[in-house]
């Protein structure tokens, strides 16, 4: 099975940037079946996707986000990581790695998320 474990800090201050990563096993980052996801939820937006990283490194960002936000990935880890820069309080959400399905605009796997809250 696929396991995908958020990690980073819980507390950001505002203007820095968030971190954080994605650790994923029982599957590979470099299979071309899937890409491989951030996705926020917060009370005031709900769910919101972030962006992506594909399996050769390519990344596709949401518009709205684009300016602040960088996937990057470690192969050697087999592990991605978000970083959402100049942060403010609205940024606060529980973030979310996926696992997503190519073609099927379909996540299959999700992390258990993890609750960052951006306050000085």
């Known amino acids: 099975q696929v396991q995908l474990q958020e990690s980073g800090p819980g507390l950001v201050k505002p203007s820095q940037t968030l971190s954080l990563a994605c650790t994923v096993s029982?599957?590979?980052?470099?299979?071309?079946?899937?890409?491989w996801s951030w996705i926020r939820q917060s009370p005031g937006k709900g769910l919101e996707w972030m962006g992506a990283i594909s399996y050769s490194g390519s990344t596709t960002y949401n518009p709205y986000l684009k300016s602040r936000t960088s996937i990057s990935r470690d192969t050697s880890k087999n592990q991605f990581t978000l970083r959402l820069s100049s942060v403010t309080p609205e940024d606060t959400a529980v973030f979310y790695c996926?696992?997503?399905?190519?073609?099927?605009?379909?996540?299959?796997?999700w992390g258990q998320g993890t609750q960052v809250t951006v306050s000085s």
């Open positions: 996926a696992r997503g399905v190519y073609y099927q605009d379909y996540v299959d796997y």
């Open positions: 029982g599957g590979s980052i470099l299979t071309n079946k899937y890409y």
